[in-house]
Nanobody, 120 residues
Framework: QVQLVESGGGLVQAGGSLRLSCAAS?????????MGWYRQAPGQQRELVAK???????????SVKGRFTISRDISRDNAKNTVYLQMGSLKPEDTAVYYC?????????WGQGTQVTVSS
């Protein structure tokens, strides 16, 4: 099993930056091949923001390309599998609950979500 714990959300002014972190824990953290961030604004469907494979291949939504950077820290020695989302040049339309996702070869895991609010 895998548990995901997110941190780093908050309130920021337009043009500002935030960094989200998501740490995976549990017995199956090295079965995860892809980790990513999704977001859901009120009244809208959850959408992909960015994802990264264990080989560090990345994929971004068009709306965040050039502004957001996803990265990942995998360490078997430290039993660590963490994904980060560095968000810059934030816009009010980036306001949403951001969810961490971890995809294994069998199971798919979600974090509890962290609120990001960008004021104009």
């Amino acid at each position: 099993q895998v548990q995901l714990v997110e941190s780093g959300g908050g309130l920021v002014q337009a043009g500002g930056s935030l960094r989200l972190s998501c740490a995976a824990s549990g017995s199956s953290i090295f079965s995860i091949h892809t980790m990513g961030w999704y977001r859901q604004a009120p009244g809208q469907q959850r959408e992909l923001v960015a994802k990264i494979t264990s080989g560090r291949n990345t994929n971004y939504a068009d709306s965040v390309k050039g502004r957001f950077t996803i990265s990942r820290d995998i360490s078997r020695d430290n039993a660590k599998n963490t994904v980060y989302l560095q968000m810059g040049s934030l816009k009010p339309e980036d306001t949403a609950v951001y969810y961490c996702n971890a995809m294994g070869y069998v199971n798919n895991y979600w974090g509890q979500g962290t609120q990001v609010t960008v004021s104009s």
